[in-house]
C-alpha cells in the first residue's frame, strides 16, 4: 500500500473511531473547531496524526505569509491532495507548534474566540439563519438547540443516500 492509499483509508478508519462514541466525538469536534477552515475529510486527517493541532498551513503558507520557519526534524501532516493534474498526490501541513517566527516579521496565528459582547449579535445572526431558539436558556444551551437542529437536518439527508445509516451507528 502506497502512502496515499494509507492517507485515504486513514481517514476513513478515523471517522469510525471518532463516531463510535460520544467520548471520542466530541474530543473530534474540539480538534475541528480549531482547524475550523478545513473540510471534514481533512480535519479528519488532521486529527488522526496531530489531534493536539491548534492552526495548519502549509510551508508555503508559513514561510511567505506568516514569516515562519518549520521547524527541522518536524512531520508533515499528510492530506490528499484533490487538486492533482495527474495520478494521486499528497500535500502536507504543519501545525504552529512545529514552527518558530523569523524575527522581527515572524507573527503567528491569533486564535479566534466569542467574546461575551458578541454573544446576541452572534445567537440573532444564527437564528436568522437556522430559525429561533428558547430564549430562556443561556447561550450555549441555544447553540446547543441549533446545532441539535442542524444535526438532526444532516442525518435525514444522510438516510437518503445510506439507508442503513441507523444499523451502522447502531
Known amino acids: 500500500m502506497d502512502k496515499y492509499e494509507y ?3 486513514l481517514a476513513e478508519k478515523t471517522a469510525k473511531r471518532v463516531s463510535q462514541n460520544r467520548e471520542s466525538w466530541m474530543k473530534f469536534l474540539t480538534s475541528a473547531a480549531r482547524i475550523y477552515k478545513y473540510p471534514f475529510k481533512e480535519q479528519l486527517l488532521i486529527y488522526a496524526q496531530n489531534p493536539d493541532a491548534t492552526a495548519c498551513a502549509s510551508i508555503e503558507i508559513w514561510n511567505k505569509r506568516m514569516n515562519c520557519w518549520v521547524n527541522k526534524g ?5 492530506l490528499p491532495d484533490d487538486t492533482a493534474t495527474y495520478g494521486h ?5 504543519f501545525d504552529v507548534s512545529n514552527v518558530h517566527a523569523v524575527k522581527p516579521n515572524g507573527r503567528y496565528p491569533k ?9 446576541s449579535d452572534v445567537l440573532h ?3 436568522q439563519i437556522y430559525g429561533s431558539t428558547d430564549s430562556t436558556k443561556p447561550f450555549e ?8 437542529q442542524l444535526a438532526a437536518d444532516a442525518y435525514t439527508e444522510l438516510q437518503i443516500d445510506y439507508p442503513d445509516l441507523q444499523d451502522r451507528i447502531g
Open 7 to 9: 492517507i485515504v483509508n
Open 74 to 78: 518536524s512531520s508533515g501532516i499528510a
Open 89 to 93: 498526490k499528497l500535500k502536507y501541513v
Open 111 to 119: 486564535a479566534w474566540k466569542l467574546r461575551e459582547e458578541h454573544k
Open 125 to 127: 445572526r444564527l437564528e
Open 141 to 148: 444551551e441555544r447553540i446547543i438547540e441549533i446545532s441539535d
